[in-house]
């Protein structure tokens, strides 16, 4: 197929409350939401993962916005008619890195292909659930009492794990806390590289509480050290921020430096390697889960899909749209009775794109050239 229109559309959404991690505190969620047209007038939808700040990774909203532009869509262009989303990793491979941009770019490309093919991305990644349990992501609070009523509210709606961000001076008392308070709940701790080796015995004293996992303790880039502190402590150490591609996947569970991976999509640049580092985990015998960037229903909905593959056997961070937004540009996700979010069924991403509401909450749309 070939792409006929593009336009990357600069998006704002307000959130609830604000959402403290180690590295900061968002107010908004700022991103970029990409629109693909296909001379078959296919419509294809994405959302970037990158952040307004270079803060989780090293890139960021502007950055995306300009290497899309400049260095990616014109290689993807260059395909002509023979545009699929098996050719966009290749035709971007010389372009180093800029792992969210490409995903942007795979992802529209692939949502559109599965409309022309009327094929859900459930079926195509190989998913085996139809619901997904729900987990959801805590942030840092100013005050105990905050955090406990925060993990009540959202243990009543029924999410089946609560993820608590860490930092230091906000790690095993709140921990404690809450493991106090709601009992055996299925937790774990999000730390976003916030440690070194050298707290090593002060995150063992995390091992009493039977957390599910403690998620990039350390540096993205620093392996070795995950692997020092895995002998130091009983809780499995999970990676994100580490895990870029399925060849980072099996460098740090050969090198032991994970017992749990947190898969993203917009981290690793698309569904297609976030399938191939589900696979290289299942033949390893490590679990995976769908980690989130808070995403809106474009990027919600293909993630859901994603999270039912059969490696994805720990909740994600796959929460409701009301965890971050009173209004999404999809029709919301939901909770079900279980804790569960069904699976978006439609052909593509399988939902549709409000446009009024995104209308509303766009700064400026860009087109593109191609
Ligand atoms: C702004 S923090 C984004 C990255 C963070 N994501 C979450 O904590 C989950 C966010 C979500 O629920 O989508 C992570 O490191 O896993
Ligand atoms: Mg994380």
Redesign the pocket.
Known sequence: MRIAHAELRWVRMPLVAP?R?SFGT?YDRDTIVLRMVTDEGAEGWAECGA?IDPL?SEEWLDGVDLVLRDHLLPRLVALGDEVTAARVKPALEPVKRHFMAKHLLETAVLDAELKSARMPFATYLGSVRERVPAG??VGIMDAHADLLAAVAGYLDAGYVRI?L?IEPGWDIEPVRLVRKEFGDIQLQV?A?TAYTLMDAQHLARLDEFGLLLI??PLREDDLRGHAELARLIRTPVCL??SITSARDAATAIAMRACSVI?V?PSRVGGYLEARRIHDVAAANGIPVWC?????TGIGRAPNLALAALPGFVLPG?T?ASA??YTQDITAPFELDADGCIAVPGGPGIGVDVLNEVLAGFTDRVVPLSV
């Open positions: 959402f991690t968002s952040e989780y959801v992501s993820k961000k999000d976003n998620e990039q994100d921020e947190n993203k980690g989130g960037m808070l995403e961070d929460s965890r971050y």
